[in-house]
């Protein structure tokens, strides 16, 4: 199930970006957070695939969502220019932005080679 995240929940799920200056993972499983738009056509064509992959993943990694006409300060924060962006957030090491709508199949590749190597 995805779960969407304000900036209060990314916070303490995602990244505390106000108490740390650099990268530090809060999360118990790697997660991709969508950063997407209602408005936006080709968010709407991701959406049921990472449904689909919250789904197969279950347990594995989390599937989460920022809107970024609420959360501006968010998209701000990861210089976020087009949607969809996916940044892909392993338990260690460094997150991997992704720009555009990734077919199911390579985003099941970067979740084999990000999240879950």
Do not use: H
């Amino acid at each position: 199930m995805t779960t969407f995240l304000t900036k209060k929940t990314f916070l303490e799920k995602v990244f505390n970006y106000e108490q740390n200056s650099e990268w530090k993972y809060e999360g118990e499983l790697p997660c991709i957070i969508d950063f997407y738009a209602d408005w936006c056509q080709p968010c709407k064509m991701v959406a049921p695939i990472l449904e689909e992959l919250s789904l197969e993943y279950e347990g594995k990694i989390n599937i989460y969502k920022i809107n970024t006409e609420v959360e501006q300060e968010l998209a701000g924060a990861f210089g976020i220019r087009s949607i969809p962006s996916m940044l892909f957030c392993p338990k260690e090491g460094q997150p991997q932005m992704a720009v555009g709508a990734l077919p199911k199949e390579s985003l099941i590749q970067a979740i084999n080679d990000v999240l879950l190597k």
